[in-house]
């Protein structure tokens, strides 16, 4: 672990470089800038929890270097990425090891996932991630990608399903209208940090705010 700011500042600069080279041209709910807002959200919600700010910083940094939705599923290439990369970095062992469980770990993967790992600094970085996946930012990716999938935007006659194994969430193509349902929409009870749930709250009414306005919409009557 760093030992000054100096150092610490440097590692960040370096991570942050090491990620932008990495998403370049990666899909536009998933790539740098989504990993900035996450970034910039850990830091703020880290603020008020008692958690290691190096491992926040780099787990921030790091948790989306390789979506396992963007190759064929493997949940592997992810963390083996950022271990190579923290490797060659002044990082203590232990701070990869954490680091590299937080990776594994902060993914939703259908909400029902048994965890096996537990720790402040992984509570807030899904926090952080979560609240990325709501609110204006939340629809306008979940559009995006729905788009990149080329996907339906609604389709009433396919409904959400509202409990789904990691398995069936990962190979659902369903609308993404769906998607509010499946996932969005559950992530403010989900959340582990006060500060990530007095903010979801607000995004998680935004939320429900456009779903209504978009049925009036859809159905001719506004």
């Known amino acids: 672990m760093p030992k000054n700011n100096s150092s610490f500042n440097f590692l960040i600069q370096n991570t942050i470089a090491f990620v932008q080279q990495e998403l370049n041209d990666a899909e536009g709910g998933h790539d740098w800038f989504h990993v900035q807002r996450v970034y910039k959200n850990a830091l703020l919600i880290s603020e008020n929890e008692n958690v ?3 491992i926040v910083a780099l787990g921030a940094l790091l948790h989306d270097i390789a ?3 963007f190759h064929n599923g493997d949940e592997t290439i992810g963390p083996k ?6 490797q060659t970095q002044a990082v203590s062992q232990d701070t990869v090891t954490h680091i590299i469980k937080i990776i594994e770990n902060v993914s939703f993967k259908g909400g029902n996932t048994l965890k096996t790992f537990h720790s402040k600094e992984l509570e807030v970085l ?3 991630d979560r609240l990325d996946a709501i609110g204006a930012i939340g629809i306008a990716r979940t559009f995006n990608y729905g788009g990149f999938k080329n ?7 396919i409904k959400p399903k509202l ?6 969430y990962k190979a659902s193509d369903a609308p993404t209208i769906n998607h509010f349902y499946e996932k969005l929409l559950k992530l403010k009870d989900k959340m582990n940090t006060s500060s990530g749930k007095k903010i979801a709250q ?3 009414v935004f939320m429900e705010s456009f779903l209504e306005q978009f049925y009036q919409e859809w159905n001719g009557e506004k």
């Open 52 to 54: 290691n700010k190096t």
């Open 126 to 128: 899904q926090d952080a």
């Open 163 to 168: 409990e789904m194994t990691p398995q069936e």
């Open 81 to 86: 990425k950022a271990k190579a990369f923290l």
């Open 151 to 157: 996907r339906v935007i609604y389709n009433p006659l």
């Open 67 to 69: 979506d396992s939705k």
């Open 202 to 204: 607000e995004r998680h």
